[in-house]
């Protein structure tokens, strides 16, 4: 069972193409089956601990990897039971089922085990389960004790995050041969509980991954407060969200980090390290400006649409947030020949970029190339990509997250890796990263304040 930080992440058809490839020599499809169940066997054994299990198995091959998990545990002296939505349809579950040397109890009239491990339908999946499926898979997990699915809960979509029935939820979730979008994608990913690897031998490789620890640039004894990363950011009419802003900059590890707002600009505000200055045009001409990050309280008057065209037009890295993903229009964006960041939420990027009819990979992908930009799609389930297709995603760090100031925290964080000289697909994954590690180290109920703070403890 193997932790899924870094991994590739391969669609439906994707992992078809690389179980193809596999298959050299001795490796056939009945041998990758084999070791797929008894994978699951081990892994099941080790989380039930000597209880009683009850093997849920359909059709198809996820069925297939059922009955070989079944058999192999009965062999390891655990009190198994089988039960079946109906007879094996494919060659391969067909011949594997036979392995299994017990009755196989009708789906419907199955008594409940502790655990419960569901392989009725996997990326095969092809529309919503009937009814009966659905209702004897809520009975028997609802009575479970722990629930585990094999590659799948039953009724996800594997490539858009989709439930196209009524999925209960699973504690661990078993993804075979690589990690797929659904188990990560919203609404999906919340029905999985923890996500696991099997490794089956089957060589993967995609331009998609999931988020990993990121090499964060780190300061040593050439460094002085530029070349640790000037950020510049562009405050407008609610200072308060480019304050935090540029706080999470300072503690994201820039070395110096100019606030430029216009009125008050009182130098004794705190905290101290931030620079205060009256928003000039020119003041983002300064050479050793690594990243300008505008649209935190920026507004959407006459002046932000100015100061909008000024970074633009400044040729600084951009992070390119709240408000401001508001005033840009897809086609400026396109124009820009400077680096960018994109951090639309949903409603921002359904903005720019229009309804996502597909799934939030594909359409993040699209957003990138078409704007020229990195595109850092947040939600629960945050998507990053480039305009050259390749995607990071980013597993739930935390549920707290949803308050106030963080976008702002986040857009401050990734303007830090930019200055520091990361491109910016590794800057904005880094920000994500370090915004995630920092909500997990918040706990509960924290505000987007405490989040900034516990950016240096997690700076790592
Ligand atoms: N990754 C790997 O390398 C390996 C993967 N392996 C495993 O294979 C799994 C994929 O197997 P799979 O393609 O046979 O699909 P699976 O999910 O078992 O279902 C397909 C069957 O269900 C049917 N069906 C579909 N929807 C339905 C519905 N709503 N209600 C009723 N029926 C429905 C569909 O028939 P249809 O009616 O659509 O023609 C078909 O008969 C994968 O998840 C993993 O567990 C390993 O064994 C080997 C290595
Ligand atoms: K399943």
Redesign the pocket.
Known sequence: MIPIDGLAVLT?AE??S??QA?MIGDVT?AS??D???AAIAQAVARLAAGREVLVLC?????????Y?AAAELKRRGLAVRVAA??AP??D??RRVAAFWPDAVESLERAEPAPVLVD????????????AV?EHALARLTDAAWLRIA???P??IA?DTGKV??KTPRFDVTLA???VKPSHVLQPAASLMGQVRLLD?G?PTKSSARILARPILPQPDATSHKYNRGMVAIVAGSMSGASELAALATLRAGAGYVLHLASGDVSASAAPHAIVRRNYTADALNEDRIGAVVIGPGLGRNDDASDRLEAALASGRPLVIDGDALRLVAVETLAAHDGRKILTPHGGEFTHLFGEVTDDKLSATRRAAQQSGGVVVHKGADTVIAAPDGRAILCPEASPWLSTAGTGDVLAGAIGAMLAAGLEPLAAAEAGVWLHAQAARACGKAFIADDLADALSAVRG
Do not use: K, Q, W
Not at 58 to 66: E, I, R
């Open positions: 439906a992992m078809r690389a179980e596999a499809e990758l089956m070791r797929a169940g359909g059709p198809g091959n996820n069925g297939g990897d059922g070989i939505s109906e349809r494919s391969d579950a392989a009725i339908f996997g990326t095969g999946l092809s529309r919503s389960p009937s499926v094999v590659d799948l039953t009724g594997t196209l029935g075979l041969g690589a089956i089957v």
